[in-house]
């Protein structure tokens, strides 16, 4: 199989190209143009093509002999409107080309971001409903993979393909420890929202096998969540990310009611002040909140439709992803999830 | 609306506050752009082809919010349909250009518009109305400083692969912004008479990063600065007149005087009256601008909805907008004659 994978240098693109040299794949590796690829370790079965899909005018050129597109692609930092571009735009340009090419198949990487948390209910699984246009609420990054989502079943239905989207949680791995949904840092302290919330994590090598299995099985359409089995809680992944990654600062836990208690009286002061038009601070917008909120995960139905199994478990997982890090991971950076 | 990006939402979100104004289509090369565009704000109609949606929605007013070097072309085709035309600055690249434009704009009888959204801030008319009050006394010398960090990680102007129009452009970076520059200093200064100006690049070697100039008026002078790479932003106009000197910092909503000392007046005196006054200026301000982002207002952008809100009225009734053609060659003059001293060129 020859896989072509956008996003190939980034966290998990890297380590997806590495699964599927490990599975014996041919892939053609699309990174920006001026991206470093050395250290990344590809061997001469990873054809490097340095596209920016933006702008690039002969995109149909890059699906030669390809089987398959692995596309995770996608832009999180910048303003709303460039993350919307890289994202949704460039996922779009592409897939155009793709259409007068002999290429049938697509993996998309998706996001968690694209479900409404509000609606979430219990378990926040592949039935959960997707944002509508209260997405707009949210910020570029859910703005930006919903609609790149839109886009992919659009060409993907005009053109009869197989479209596979993997919607991952929160990505993490070595130099990736930081998750977003751990909490807040307020000075000193570490600010766990919930005790007892877990955190819907996978880690970046079990995600990358399920690209590959996805990639390798033929399942037609088809949208999978993709996170682990064993599921840490927001407060024991925080303590180990301090302790292992050296970090000295204090943890403290927020219980989720009482910053939904206090999003509801600022909300209610607001429209009493400002009407319809006034804002609340990004971490009291309930859209916002919402992905704070105590719910299940579950990844029955990847696990049913792949095969996929985690091949790390979360104590693996940890040791592999401290390894290195006598350095402290602060990454406390904005990525998706 | 041709374009569908970040500046055509801020024309959306200030077009929502036109009572004369509905939004009836959206125009961008990009489907998906112009699809979550209307999506977002519920407009009826997408397109991605200019003229497909010129001929089917016969638009009264066309908001041009689409990369510069595009903007000569579909102003031209929105005139020739018959629309009044709304341009994000700069206009046009050249003067030539503008010329055939206005021409083009008399010829159909539709107004020709430039986005010049500081002029008609809150703090920005305050400050016209000190001078045009006498307050100000004669304006001897006007200072713009745009001075914003537009390198960070995710800026289109660090952007290897998809380079920002701008950088290919006269002016680089600065080319950008030197209209809102211009304008605010002619506002004061009135029309120029010469140009002097220095240039240089970011460290990155971006061109355009920085451009100081000095422009003589026939009363006074401006200088104007720009730098692409400072942090903490500021963006201010301070005017020096005969009989005060104010500042107004148009990232924040305030304007802070302070009164010269007169003829026989204790010095010290005045100037403890002018910290105390511009000390409660600024924290008036700074309350101000908590309780204006609280209350959803829209910052910066406020001058667009109001010059919007100005230029719709004036159009509906038969009246000239409030920014003539004479003030927009003039602006754009001093544009042509700022990005002259481009040493490329």
Redesign the interface.
């Known amino acids: 199989m020859r896989a072509l994978v956008t996003g190939a240098s980034g966290f998990l693109g890297r380590h997806v190209v590495a699964a599927l040299r490990a599975r014996g794949h041919a892939v053609r590796a699309m990174v920006?143009?001026?991206t470093s690829v050395e250290g990344l370790g590809w061997d001469e079965g990873v054809e490097v093509l340095r596209v920016?899909l933006?702008?690039e005018p002969a995109l149909a050129a890059c699906f030669d002999d390809v089987d398959v597109l692995v596309h995770l692609a996608a832009?999180v930092?910048?303003?709303?409107?460039?993350q919307?571009?890289s994202t949704?735009?460039a996922?779009?340009?592409l897939l155009e080309a793709m259409a007068s090419t002999g290429t049938r198949k697509v993996v998309l990487a998706g996001s968690f971001a694209v479900y409404d948390w509000v609606r979430a209910d219990g378990v926040l699984d592949e039935d959960t409903p997707l944002e509508s246009?209260a997405v707009?609420e949210r910020g570029g990054y859910a703005?930006a993979k919903l609609?790149q989502e839109?886009?992919a079943e659009r060409l993907a239905r005009a053109n009869d393909w197989a479209l596979v989207v993997l919607r991952p949680g929160f990505i993490w791995g070595e130099g990736h420890t930081f998750i977003p949904g751990m909490g807040w840092r307020l000075g000193p302290v570490q600010v766990v929202l919930g005790l007892d919330r877990v955190l819907p994590l996978t880690h970046v090598e079990n995600c990358a096998d399920a690209f590959v299995l996805a990639a390798e099985r033929d399942v037609g359409n088809a949208v999978l969540n993709v996170v682990d089995t064993q599921l840490p809680t927001a407060w024991d992944f925080t303590g180990e990310w301090l302790r292992r990654g050296g970090i000295r600062r204090a943890r403290v836990t927020l219980p989720f009611a009482v910053m939904h208690a206090l999003a509801r009286v600022a909300e209610w002061v607001?429209r009493r002040?400002?009407g319809p038009?006034?804002?609340?601070p990004t971490m009291l917008m309930p859209r916002r909140l919402a992905m704070f909120k105590p719910l299940w995960f579950s990844n029955t139905r990847l696990r049913r439709a792949l095969g996929w199994e985690p091949r790390l478990g979360l104590e693996a997982a940890l040791d592999r992803s401290f390894a290195g890090a006598a350095r402290p991971s602060t990454d406390d950076g904005r990525r998706g999830g | 609306m041709v374009g569908a990006g970040a500046m055509a939402r801020e024309h959306a979100r200030g077009l929502a506050e036109v009572p004369q104004a509905t939004l009836a289509a959206v125009c961008d090369r990009s489907r998906v752009r112009a699809e979550a565009f209307a999506d977002e704000f519920a407009v009826p109609a997408w397109h991605t082809d200019v003229a497909e949606m010129l001929d089917a929605v016969r638009p009264d007013v066309v908001h041009v919010v689409t990369p510069a070097p595009t903007h000569r072309a579909i102003a031209a085709m929105a005139l020739e349909a018959g629309a009044h035309v709304l341009v994000e600055k700069p206009i046009c690249p050249d003067l030539d250009q503008l010329r055939a434009l206005r021409a083009l704009a008399d010829r159909t009888g539709k107004a020709l518009l430039e986005d010049h959204n500081y002029l008609f801030n809150a703090q920005t008319r305050r400050l016209v109305a000190l001078r045009d009050s006498g307050a100000l006394g004669e304006v001897r010398r006007v200072e713009v400083v745009f001075a914003v960090d537009l390198l960070g990680a995710g800026s289109p102007f660090v952007d290897r692969g998809a380079p920002h129009p701008a950088l290919a452009l006269p002016g680089g970076i600065a080319s950008e912004f030197v209209t809102h520059m211009a304008y605010l200093a002619l506002a004061f200064l009135g029309p120029h008479d010469a140009v002097q100006a220095a240039w240089d690049r970011a460290p990155g070697g971006q061109p355009g990063a920085v451009l100081s100039a000095l422009v003589q008026g026939r009363h006074g002078h401006a200088v104007l600065g720009f730098d692409a790479a400072c942090a903490p932003p500021q963006f201010t106009v301070r005017v020096l007149g005969t009989r005060m000197r104010a500042e107004l910092d148009l990232l924040e909503p305030y304007v802070a005087t302070a009164v010269a000392a007169e003829p026989g007046a204790r010095y010290p005196l005045v100037a403890m009256r002018n910290a105390l006054g511009q000390s409660t200026q600024h924290a008036a301000a700074a309350v101000r601008g908590l309780w204006g982002r609280l209350g959803g207002r829209r910052g910066p952008y406020h001058g667009l909805t109001e010059l919007m809100r100005e230029s719709y009225a004036a159009l509906d009734a038969g009246r000239d907008p409030p920014l003539t053609a004479r003030w927009i060659d003039d602006v754009n003059r001093l544009v042509a004659d700022l990005l002259a001293t481009w040493p490329s060129s």
């Open positions: 920006r143009p001026g920016d933006r702008v832009q930092l910048g303003s709303d409107d460039a919307f571009v949704a735009v996922t779009e340009r246009s707009y703005v609609w839109r886009v607001s002040l400002f038009r006034g804002k609340l």
